[in-house]
């Protein structure tokens, strides 16, 4: 099975992380800063769900999950709000640190702001949820909170409300998908702890937001709160690179088979905190560019017996900064380091029916922060 992350990270970071990821199921821990931009996500998330319920005329907004059991009148959805002077100079204050907030996220006097009660009551019930249940061994304190608020109000607020969800048409909040590609060459058999596996190749992933522009287009949204930089190429992100990114190709053509009844296909990428929003299209003449990436990357990984490390000196520092099977130590080593001994020592079947984690199942997927 293969996910958009999945290739990013065989193809642009290093085989080995993706192997003791993807395939022995070893996790990789979400740092701070990304469990924060995920308790924003959910927030987005949440939004959509209930702007659906608001197009479908519902008198009480509600949801309920493991992680929010809220409902809201429907006049609170769209409830405006002038915020006072002495509010737009304390939220001015929270947002001066230029190593956090990169844009001008500066606010001015008589700002409007919509829906304050329903925004506010998510953004606390995602923090919870986060603070206390998904991560609760991070550092959470006034100031993550303030960030974390800060990053979600701009989400909606920034150019104009054109990337508030609220003020879209929503095709679907946080698209899940899986398809089995239907081609000879996505066949795979090999034997895991002696039992005969065999199928076809599956992609599988979740897309943030898809929204229609019009009759024959549509928008696929996806919300960035690090750095607009690949940290797996060492190289800043702009249009061009944006236009040959795996997971934006992915995405593509996973959006074409689920919505073949639109012929434009819109990516927006919001750099919330770096630089704002770029916005790539694709047509069908990247179809097949796409289906050949897949195919190679596939092939490539199906018939990869050494995964490579990305470097054997550990002195890159995506390997000793990023990586947290470098700082993961079996037997005084790092996990990548026993892992490659191992392959090196025994092959790699036995090492992936040795080294696996009890439980896990190559292939199963579970969405950020399920």
Not at 65 to 84: I, M, N, P, Q
Not at 165 to 179: A, D, G, M, Q, V
Request: proline share 3%; with cysteine.
């Amino acid at each position: 099975m293969f996910r958009s992350s999945s290739l990013s990270q065989y193809i642009d970071f290093c085989e080995q992380q993706y192997y003791i990821n993807y395939v022995l199921g070893y996790d990789s821990p979400a740092n701070m800063k990304a469990d924060m931009g995920s308790a924003s996500h959910l927030v987005l998330e949440w939004l959509a769900i209930l702007k659906l319920q608001y197009d479908n005329g519902d008198e009480i907004l509600k949801l309920k999950t493991g992680a929010v059991d809220v409902e809201f009148e429907r006049s609170a959805f769209y409830e405006v709000k002038v915020l006072s002077d002495e509010d737009v100079k304390k939220i001015n204050k929270s947002r001066i640190n230029k190593q956090i907030y990169l844009p001008d996220a500066q606010i001015k006097n008589g700002h409007v702001r919509t829906g304050s009660y329903v925004v506010n009551t998510l953004i606390n019930a995602a923090y919870k949820y986060f603070s206390e249940v998904v991560s609760p061994d991070h550092k959470w304190t006034k100031a993550t909170y303030k960030q974390t608020w800060n990053c979600t109000w701009m989400c909606m607020e920034q150019y104009n409300r054109v990337y508030d969800p609220r003020f879209t048409k929503i095709l679907s909040p946080e698209k899940k998908f899986e398809f089995e590609i239907d081609e000879d060459w996505a066949k795979y058999d090999y034997f895991l702890k002696g039992k005969k596996m065999e199928g076809r190749l599956k992609l599988k992933g979740t897309i943030d937001l898809v929204i229609e522009v019009d009759n024959e287009t549509i928008e696929i949204r996806d919300y960035k709160f690090g750095r607009m930089f690949n940290w797996g190429k060492n190289e800043a992100k702009n249009y061009e690179t944006l236009q040959k990114d795996k997971q934006l190709m992915f995405y593509y053509y996973a959006v074409k088979k689920i919505f073949p009844q639109y012929k434009n296909i819109m990516i927006t990428i919001i750099f919330v905190r770096d630089g704002g929003p770029i916005t790539v299209c694709f047509d069908d003449s990247d179809y097949k560019e796409v289906e050949k990436m897949i195919k190679d990357t596939f092939l490539e990984v199906k018939n990869n017996n050494q995964p490579k490390l990305l470097d054997p000196t550990y002195r890159d520092h995506r390997c000793n900064k990023f990586c947290a099977f470098y700082k993961k130590q079996v037997d005084g080593k790092p996990l990548c380091s026993h892992i490659h001994n191992s392959i090196n020592d025994y092959g790699i079947e036995h090492t992936t029916d040795v080294e696996m984690v009890e439980g896990f199942t190559p292939g199963f997927y579970s969405a950020p922060g399920e």
